[in-house]
């Protein structure tokens, strides 16, 4: 009993090494521009020598309010409809799918110098998000600021995963152009580092199943009443021996 409700270090230990070694080990993994798609929420912020009166793209404090919360951001930004397309002042419908910020960026900006002095673009993601189920210690829904995130951050902002979470077996949903993928990931490898898994993109899932212990119910065991009924049975069976 005591057996099989334990959950052994080696199940519980991240990134773990057969190797005997106090070297530092590195692992190339180099990070990818995120591309922008359908249905991507995008704030630009463009700005030029010319005057605000002039230049009504003009992203100055006073436009929306001196907010630059995510849910200020969320209302001015620019939402990529179905095909790829947003629509913008001057511009009209503009393709970005398929870039990623740095590259819509440029592309913007070489269309606004036809109507701008010299402007300068600033475009970014607005309300990445992921959401992280099953064996955490808080699941749920969590927005980022940052350009990358990793799987280990993921869960981190999610409080880790319990001790009763099955860490060999985490799984990373993600949808692309409609097709739905569902990748396993070990988190006891230190393998990870250098794969390509280790990276989230935005709208990803991650789950956490179970470890067998707590699929049989170890954790809510009721050990009082079966210890019970033990000292019970051997009062008893030691009262009849002696009579």
Known sequence: MLFISCVPQKEIVYLQDDQSTEEIQTFNNEKEKILIKSFDQLYIQVSSFDDGKINFM???ANRYGGGRSEADLAMVSYTVDSNGFI???IIGKFKVSGLNADEAADKIREELQLY????TVK???VNKNITVLGYVTNPGRYFYASEHLNILQALGMAGDITIYGNRKYAVIVRVVDNVVSKQRVDLTNVALLGDDAFYLQPND???VEPLKT??????TFPWAIVL???????LVANYISNN
């Open 58 to 60: 003009s992203n100055d």
């Open 87 to 89: 629509d913008l002042p």
């Open 116 to 119: 701008l002095n010299a402007p």
């Open 123 to 125: 475009l970014s993601f």
């Open 205 to 207: 899932v991650v789950y």
């Open 214 to 219: 707590r699929k049989w119910g170890i954790e």
């Open 228 to 234: 019970s009924s033990i000292t019970t049975f051997i």
